[in-house]
Antibody
Framework: QVQLKETGPDLVQLTQTLSITCTVSGFSLTTYNVHWVRQPPGKGLEWMGAMWNGGGTDYNSAFKSRLSISRDTSKSQVFLKMNSLQTEDTAKYFC????????????WGQGASVTVSS | IQLTQSPSLLSASVGDRVTLSCKGSQNINNYLAWYQQKLGEAPKLLIYNTNSLQTGIPSRFSGSGSGTDYTLTISSLQPEDVATYFCYQYNNGWTFGGGTKLELK
C-alpha cells in the first residue's frame, strides 16, 4: 500500500540546516509528485514546496532561497533541506503524495517533529 | 490566493448538520479540497475538486461552492468527526486556510 515516512533530527540548533528524508513505497516518484507541508505547534498548515514527477521543483516564496528539495528515484526518497533555521521553524514537517490526476495531496506521512533550539 | 475559514471554532451536537465555510481572496475555479486532521495525526483528504468525495470517506461529508466561496457540510455529525478541518486551493499556487476546529457540544 501507499506509505510515506519522514526521518530527520528532533532538534536543530539555531541558524543551522535542517535535513529531512521522505521515503515512499507503493508508488513511483516518476509518476506521482511529492509535496512538503509544515505545521507549527498548535497552528495551521503551510505549503512549503513540491518535487514534481519529472524532477522539477516549486517553492513557497516565503522561504526565499533557504529551502531546497531534491530526490533519489532509485531509493524512492525525497529530501528537504532548509538552512538558517530560526525558532519559528519549529514545526512538524510532513511529506505528502500529490496526485497528477486530481492535483491534490492524497496520502501523507506521519510527520517529523523538529525543534529549533538556541 | 488567501483562504479564510469560518468559524475558527464550531461546537455542535451529535446528529447536527454542520457547515464550514472557506472563502478565497480570488476565484478558485473549483480547485478546492478539504482535509480533516485529528489530534496528533496527519491530515486526511476528504473532498477534492469542490465536491468529489475521496474513496473511503463517509457520504455524510459533502462539498459545494464556486468562485470564491466554498462549503464543507457534514449531514449528521458523529463523535469521530471531532477534528480540525482545512480547506486547500490549488488553482493558483497552493495554500491552506487557517482551519476550523470542530468540537462536540
Amino acid at each position: 500500500q501507499v506509505q510515506l515516512k519522514e526521518t530527520g533530527p528532533d532538534l536543530v540548533q539555531l541558524t543551522q540546516t535542517l535535513s529531512i528524508t521522505c521515503t515512499v513505497s507503493g508508488f513511483s516518484l516518476t509518476t506521482y509528485n511529492v509535496h512538503w507541508v509544515r505545521q507549527p505547534p498548535g497552528k495551521g498548515l503551510e505549503w512549503m514546496g513540491a518535487m514534481w514527477n519529472g524532477g522539477g521543483t516549486d517553492y513557497n516564496s516565503a522561504f526565499k532561497s533557504r529551502l531546497s528539495i531534491s530526490r533519489d528515484t532509485s531509493k524512492s526518497q525525497v529530501f528537504l533541506k532548509m538552512n538558517s533555521l530560526q525558532t519559528e521553524d519549529t514545526a512538524k514537517y510532513f511529506c505528502a503524495r500529490h496526485s497528477p490526476y486530481y492535483y491534490v495531496m492524497d496520502a501523507w506521512g506521519q510527520g517529523a517533529s523538529v525543534t529549533v533550539s538556541s | 490566493i488567501q483562504l479564510t475559514q469560518s468559524p475558527s471554532l464550531l461546537s455542535a451536537s451529535v446528529g447536527d448538520r454542520v457547515t464550514l465555510s472557506c472563502k478565497g481572496s480570488q476565484n478558485i475555479n473549483n480547485y478546492l479540497a478539504w482535509y480533516q486532521q485529528k489530534l496528533g495525526e496527519a491530515p486526511k483528504l476528504l473532498i477534492y475538486n469542490t465536491n468529489s468525495l475521496q474513496t473511503g470517506i463517509p457520504s455524510r461529508f459533502s462539498g459545494s461552492g464556486s468562485g470564491t466561496d466554498y462549503t464543507l457540510t457534514i449531514s449528521s455529525l458523529q463523535p469521530e468527526d471531532v477534528a480540525t478541518y482545512f480547506c486547500y486551493q490549488y488553482n493558483n499556487g497552493w495554500t491552506f486556510g487557517g482551519g476550523t476546529k470542530l468540537e462536540l457540544k
